[in-house]
């Protein structure tokens, strides 16, 4: 099987613990990009929190791909073109920040290169603007100033509350969004429609690239599904149980150059 596109999801999978793509995986990324391959960063970051990493590998050189929100939102790199994008309902916006009210955890979404919320002190909400370095915006009220379309909320809480909350969540909310999480800590909100496997789907067909010809790495919740659906599905040592149980290969650490091993193995020189 010559496969032609690779998915790669960014923390703790194409980046190491220090957040960071080592040499040898970011020379081997544009290597296949030159031999035609083409790579989509596939995250739960916002945009401008995948654009370092996709400027770094050389996407907006090769006509590379970020599927951000978890595929909320499609970019052409190299044309700056958004071939797909889709929106929370808007009036569900208040009946989330007011679960957040209830749950007594941070609930936050993004406006251009900010993360808003009500809570700028709490842990995770540090933790995820320190991720995507973007800095944090207070709101004095979520659900009145957030009157805006937004590709997802997220609310965070360690992950034992998330645990208790999320089944909660799902069944007062499960029919009209999307809700799982992508870090114990994390709980991703996204609109029906829009996940990974799905995101995916619709850049194949943008691209003529078959489900076969695709290639799928990923370590957390938000990645089961583009596992699954991928032509070869990996979960990184590092992985959740879950996603390990699923995949059709395990490959190394994120910290021992997982990605790195497994385009060598399935893509260099094809």
């Known amino acids: 099987m010559k496969y032609k ?15 960071e793509v080592s ?3 970011r020379d081997l990324i544009i290597e296949i990009q ?23 590998l050389q996407l907006d050189v090769y006509g590379g791909y970020i599927l951000s929100f978890n595929g909320g939102i499609i970019k052409n790199c190299r044309t700056g073109e958004i071939i797909f994008q889709k929106n929370m309902p808007d009036e569900l916006v208040p009946k989330l920040a007011e679960a957040s009210y209830r749950y007594q955890i941070p609930i936050l979404t993004y406006k251009g290169d900010c993360i808003v919320t009500e809570d700028t002190t709490d842990y995770y909400v540090r933790l995820e603007a320190e991720i995507n370095k973007l800095p944090v915006e207070a709101l004095e009220n979520f659900a ?11 609310m965070v809480a ?19 969004v999307n809700i799982f999480r992508s870090e114990p800590f994390f709980m991703e909100i996204t609109p029906l429609g829009v996940d990974k496997a799905q995101g995916l789907a619709r850049l194949l067909e943008h691209t003529g690239v078959k489900r076969e010809e695709l290639i799928c790495c990923g370590d957390g919740y938000n990645d089961l599904t583009m596992i699954k659906f991928a032509g070869l ?22 910290d021992d150059d997982g990605v790195a091993y497994i385009i060598e193995k399935y893509m260099k020189n094809r």
Not at 6 to 16: F, K, P, Q, S, V
Request: with cysteine; net charge negative; hydrophobic share 40%.
């Open 144 to 154: 009145e100033q957030v009157n805006y379309p937004i590709p997802k909320c997220l």
């Open 34 to 56: 030159k031999q035609g391959v083409i790579v989509a960063l596939a995250t739960g970051r916002p945009v401008q929190g995948a654009a370092p990493i996709s400027k770094e």
């Open 233 to 254: 599905g990996v979960a990184m040592e590092n992985a959740q149980k879950e996603v390990k149980e699923i995949a059709d290969v395990i490959t190394l650490t994120n």
């Open 5 to 19: 596109m690779i998915a790669l999801d960014l923390d703790g999978t194409l980046t190491n613990s220090k957040k």
């Open 23 to 25: 040499p040898r995986t």
């Open 158 to 176: 360690a992950g034992w509350q998330l645990e208790e909350i999320m089944p909660k969540m799902q069944e007062e909310f499960g029919d009209k």
